[in-house]
């Protein structure tokens, strides 16, 4: 991708980010300014200068927009070309508030929709998901839903207005029409979320900002806070009217922790959150997952466990520092088939360093060879704070990425998995995306309900983000975020509590 350094002089400063995304579908955006005063000499005096850091000239893109007579027009110049869109505007309507959340919508996709038309032409550059930066793109196909269309045509929809390609729109379509076919969320249903922040070591590509296990002296008393904030929510939960749906335990590795800890966690969890309709644990790092974890779960009736390989090439899980093997991933998996688990996820990752379609290749063969229940394929993406980033691992070439995507889609097809749930991140290899595929009954609701935010959250443990959702007109939601540093935590597990309350109960 051909690294740039731009100045952006912007009508409407407020969508910079956004604007920042569209430059990044097309280019290695290496320095980025908005609205820079012409005169104030700063950024656009060093125009015609090579920047002695980036190395790189600044390139200057001038956004006007104008709003009258019922419409909108956004037009970009950059490189001597120019583009330009025009918008209807809505009638105006009695909800001051709501009319201006919907014109600030229209300016944002009309302005956004631009540059990227702009960018397309100057690049010749077709991105797979064509205009789209969100991370949910199965919402528009909801959104074409709400709007009365079939599925056919909301698919169609998302395709032509953002310039998804037609290989794309036909996977949201899949997505969407699986869905349809499981329960949807009750308005008093939530689901429930807790964090064990721990893990063996720090995979090369994470930027979570949890612990190491190391000696281990921090997991006595995080999970006495937990279990005080696991005691005080279900109470909450019901004196909120709140049914559980789903519960989904996750971290970090909830199996980093030892035997007798994990058990007496998971029999707490059991006991206070009861009849949920979907039991998941976070297995994680096979090498964390022992017998008496695997039957513990099973005691409880915990249904489904994810073991995780990302990669099954040994060389590769060295150089990510997962400080396990292949081999110890197949022992892992049988072991959970032998105790009788029969809803096992796996989660891969393309584009791992170094890693070639060959060794995609190898990976998906010997996933075909365990024949898991479902599949979550990943698209590498390097978070601003991973070692990957750090050490600024480059990620594979589009067209090896796309590949290896079509690779890992063709091996859950032989598995007799449909895709069920899909989002994007930002940085992903190739501008692909994750997708998780599963077998008939095995797709995991908390998954879908996480993409897409539809169900309330009551979550746990640090770095856990309750969530609720109101089901008026713009299906508001609120947020409450626990702390994420473990002792900070633990230090001041009522005030996460009492935020928690205060979204729930007001
Ligand atoms: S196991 Fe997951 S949470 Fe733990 S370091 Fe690796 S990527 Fe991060």
Redesign the pocket.
């Known amino acids: 991708m051909e690294r740039v350094q731009i100045a952006l002089e912007t009508a409407l400063p407020g969508f910079s980010n956004e604007y920042a995304d569209v430059l990044k579908l097309f280019f290695r955006l290496e320095a980025f300014w908005v609205n820079p005063e012409a005169g104030t000499e700063g950024v656009f005096a060093s125009e015609a200068a090579i920047d002695p850091v980036t190395g790189l000239v600044t390139e200057r893109i001038i956004h006007t927009h104008e709003e009258s007579n019922g419409s909108m027009r956004s037009a970009f110049t950059f490189r001597g070309q120019s583009l330009a869109l025009e918008a209807a505007l809505p009638q105006d309507e009695d909800d001051a508030e709501h009319y201006a959340i919907v014109v600030k919508r229209i300016r944002k996709r009309t302005s956004k929709t631009a540059l990227y038309q702009l960018l397309k032409q100057i690049t010749g550059h077709q991105p797979p998901w064509g205009s789209l930066t969100g991370i949910r793109p199965t919402r528009l196909v909801y959104e074409g839903l709400a709007r009365g269309l079939s599925l056919d045509a909301a698919a169609h929809s998302v395709e032509t207005t953002f310039d998804v390609t037609h290989e794309k729109a036909q996977l949201l379509k899949e997505i969407v029409a699986v869905q349809q076919t499981l329960p949807l969320p009750a308005v008093a249903e939530a689901d429930v979320y807790l964090s064990i922040?721990?893990?063996?070591?720090?995979?090369a590509?994470?930027?979570?900002p949890?612990e190491?296990v190391g000696k281990g002296k921090m997991i006595p008393p995080y999970l006495h806070a937990l279990m005080w904030e696991m005691e005080e929510s279900a109470r909450m939960m019901q004196e909120a009217g709140l049914k559980l749906r789903a519960l989904y335990v996750g971290?970090?590795?909830p199996t980093?922790l030892g035997e007798e800890d994990f058990a007496r966690l998971m029999e707490r969890t059991l006991e206070l959150f009861p009849g949920a309709v979907e039991y998941t644990v976070?297995a994680?790092?096979p090498d964390t997952i022992t017998r008496g974890k695997l039957e513990t779960l099973k005691r409880l009736g915990v249904g489904r466990v994810s073991i995780?390989p990302?990669t099954m090439n040994d060389e590769t899980l060295r150089v990510?520092?997962?400080d396990h093997t292949a081999a110890q991933t197949v022992a892992a998996f049988e072991m959970a088939r032998e105790i009788g688990f029969s809803d096992i996820n796996m989660d891969v990752i393309v584009g791992l360093p170094g890693e070639t379609p060959a060794h995609f290749r190898h990976t998906m063969d010997e996933i075909l060879r365990l024949n898991p229940d479902s599949l979550t394929v990943h698209t590498l993406a390097i978070k601003r704070s991973s070692r990957l980033n750090l050490e600024k691992a480059p990620l594979p070439d589009a067209d090896v990425a796309a590949r290896m995507v079509r690779m890992g889609e063709e091996a859950a097809a032989a598995m007799q998995m449909r895709p069920y749930y899909l989002y994007r991140q930002k940085y992903m290899a190739g501008q692909q995306q994750n997708v998780g595929y599963a077998r008939q009954g095995c797709a995991c609701l908390y998954n879908i309900d996480i993409m897409e935010e539809n169900t309330s959250i009551v979550a746990m443990g640090a770095g856990a983000i309750s969530k609720r959702v109101f089901p008026d007109r713009e299906l508001r939601i609120e947020r409450a975020p626990n702390v994420t540093n473990v002792q900070v935590y633990i230090d001041r597990t009522d005030e996460m509590m009492q935020r928690k309350k205060t979204l729930f109960l007001g």
């Open positions: 922040p721990f893990c063996r070591t720090r995979c590509y994470c930027s979570f949890g190491a971290g970090g590795t980093a976070e994680g790092r995780n990302q990510i520092g997962r």
